[in-house]
């Protein structure tokens, strides 16, 4: 059944939680790649098969399970990580399961290596191999190459390599992670904190402390003597600890706490009719914000002004190409993509009226329903349902298949008394132009507060304000 903006309801307004959680919460379990700046030699001998079970947390809830496995082959390792996660968002109950199978070198150093990410319909799965300094990947079946500057690391060789650089107290490694969920490299900055006693399973033991920050977020890893993670804390409540197999193997998973909800922002005035405003001030704490031809951040204030859809250009051209390339979520070269396009638009339309019918099309044919994946524009099309993720991946591949630069937007949007993550489009037609194809907006009311822009892998920069932004409002116009 469509549903027409009037009646969305808070369920339906799904938000950015979905990639947060695969990026901040699990960061070190989710098999990202890390690319090692600071060389250091791998010990020598023969490298132990290992096995860990970790429980994963919200509060006192076991709301997920990760098992990771290490097997030394004639030449080099295989590994295997597997992680469950039952998760609540949006008030919608849905189970992640995310597989990692991996075969590294003597070293520890990748050689390959395959992901698969499943939730209900929604399928991602990423394969890679390392051909002298590049790594081929295949992403969903879209193959696509990564030069690499340096030997690139799975994620279970993270604690490896911060362990052979023998980290004093206090003493960072900084490193360059590839993350196959936005197919983009980001700095990781892990530093020592000494030892600590801390609880596993019943007994007390020595470990060493570390702090791992990836774009301004921060978790926190206990490392036993021989280099295993036994346990990590990270935002929003969560915690991994090591567990026995037994009860790791135990399938009663809780949902927890709505995670959507839990990083949300409360409002400290009540905004009636967004679409009605064409100015919105605030004032912003805890986080930076970049101004944009529609927001002007100083001095803490942040002043959100309507954009005016007169005065357009059709000079539209002169934006950077990478707006107007398909990505790896973005496949708007694909041939399915092309011809729901030509349904929707018309040789003769303009610029304006082809974003109007993409954004109108989006409103009223994909389901509005939180998806727990790696948004793509192509299986959004194919299964015709997702959040905004989905929703501003797909408008991204119709405009750029449209010949129109689009880039993606996130940050946070005004709902019911709070500020919620979410994500959103831009158009250039002259200048840019703000597009919300969920709440089928042309431009995005003044509610929108954008905290990145540009291609699925900036979301990244937002993980800094989780926790950390504080909104005032100040003045509705």
């Known amino acids: 059944m469509k549903s027409v903006f009037k009646t969305i309801s808070l369920p339906a307004l799904a938000t950015l939680v979905s990639g947060l959680i695969f990026m901040t919460l699990l960061a070190v379990r989710m098999g990202w790649f890390q690319s090692v700046e600071v060389w250091v030699s791998a010990p020598k001998g023969t490298i132990p098969e ?20 290490i097997s030394p082959m004639a030449e080099g390792v295989a590994i295997s990580e597997t992680t469950v996660m039952r998760l609540n968002t949006m008030g919608m109950v849905q189970d992640i399961h995310l597989d990692t199978q991996g075969v590294l070198n003597a070293d520890f150093s990748l050689a390959s290596f395959q992901a698969e990410i499943k939730s209900g319909l929604f399928r991602f799965a990423v394969s890679g191999q390392v051909q002298g300094a590049s790594l081929v990947l295949d992403a969903n079946g879209r193959p696509f190459t990564l030069s690499l500057q340096s030997p690139v690391y799975l994620s279970a ?15 960072s490694l900084t490193l360059s992670m590839f993350d196959p969920l936005t197919m983009s490299p980001q700095p990781v900055k892990i530093t020592a904190l000494g030892m600590d006693r801390i609880e596993i399973m019943g007994a007390w033991l020595e470990a060493r402390k570390v702090s791992v920050e990836v774009m301004g977020s921060r978790q926190t890893a206990w490392i036993d003597t021989d280099g295993s993670v036994v346990q990590e804390e990270g935002v929003m409540g969560i915690t991994l600890k090591k567990i026995s197999a037994e009860e790791a193997k135990d399938s009663g998973l809780a949902a927890g706490e709505d995670l959507t909800r839990l990083v949300s922002v409360p409002a400290d005035q009540v905004i009636a009719d967004a679409e009605k405003l064409s100015h919105l001030v605030l004032r912003i704490t805890g986080v930076e914000i970049i101004s944009t031809e529609r927001q002007r951040f100083d001095s803490g204030i942040l002043t959100i002004s309507r954009e005016a859809l007169s005065g357009l250009s059709e000079n539209y051209y002169t934006e950077p190409a990478v707006f107007l390339e398909p990505a790896a979520l973005i496949q708007s070269d694909h041939p399915l993509i092309l011809k729901q396009l030509w349904q929707i638009i018309s040789e003769k339309d303009t610029p304006l009226v082809r974003i109007q019918n993409i954004t109108e099309w989006i409103y009223l044919n994909i389901e509005k329903r939180p998806v727990l994946s790696v948004p793509n524009a192509l299986e959004t099309l194919e299964n015709r349902m997702g959040d905004c993720n989905e929703h501003a991946v797909l408008f991204a591949a119709f405009a750029r298949a449209a010949g129109i630069p689009a880039r993606i937007e996130a940050g946070l949007v005004h709902l019911r008394g709070r500020f919620y993550y979410h994500a959103w489009n831009s158009v250039y037609l002259g200048k840019w132009i703000t597009v919300d194809s969920l709440m089928n907006q042309i431009p995005a009311d003044v509610t929108h507060i954008s905290l990145s822009r540009g291609n699925p892998e900036n979301q990244l920069e937002i993980l800094g304000s989780i926790g950390n932004i504080g909104i005032s409002i100040l003045e509705q116009q």
Not at 157 to 171: K, M, T, V, Y
Request: aromatic share 8%.
């Open 50 to 69: 290992s096995e860990t079970w970790m429980g994963i947390y919200q509060k006192s809830l076991k709301i997920g399970m990760s098992h990771r496995k």
């Open 157 to 171: 060789a993270l604690w490896d390599a911060a362990g052979r650089a023998a980290l004093s107290e206090n003493q």
